[in-house]
């Protein structure tokens, strides 16, 4: 019999370093399965359909929510995004632990969904480091860069329904990674979670 997994939600503002981090934390724990969502928003450079997101047109988007294959969704900053409900499946089916990067609206449906899910913010050390890291990646105008930032203070404020609050301090990637991956082994060894290993022993 193999053990249920159990789900790690990671939001934060835009730019905080989520995608750089977790991609981090799965080399450091190959075994966690990464929730690949779907989203209306354009490729970055360098993004491969499948390998960072689903890319679906709205129609697209709108029919799966319509067909209720989506975990969750959500609108942000004027594109969908969303857990296809066969991407989470599948995870779940093979027992592994699942880590979904997702923001916070998002994350409060995971939790209505599965009580269980540990749920962790990560955050930059200061508004400012945001600004600079968002700017520095490049990745969207100068307009999106400011609507992405003025959402970061709303999502903030909701740090405390989270379980964990990780600060990703200038140039402390691997330090920040080792935080979260230590978090997620300390979630494995509680106690509800070790009920089978537990039983072995009284049979
Ligand atoms: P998010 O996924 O939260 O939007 P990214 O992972 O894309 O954020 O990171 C935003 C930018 O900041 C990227 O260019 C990334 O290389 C950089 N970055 C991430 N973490 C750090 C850090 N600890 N120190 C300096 N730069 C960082
Ligand atoms: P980005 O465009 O920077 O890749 O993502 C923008 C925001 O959408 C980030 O906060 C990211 O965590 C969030 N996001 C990515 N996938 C999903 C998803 O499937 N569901 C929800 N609710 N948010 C997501």
Redesign the pocket.
Known sequence: MHKNGFLVVIS?P????????VRRVREMMPELALSVSATTRPPRVGEEDGREYYFLDRDAFEEMVAREEMLEYTSYCGNYYGTPKKEAQRIMASGKNMILEIEVEGAEQVKRLYPDAVSIMLIPPTIEEMRQ??V??GTEPIETVEKRLSRAAEEIQLAGEYDYIVI??????EA?AKQICEIIHAEGARTGRMTAEIEAFLI
């Open positions: 934060g835009s730019g905080g370093g989520k995608g750089t981090v890291r968002l520095g990646r990703n301090q200038r140039d402390e990637i920040c």
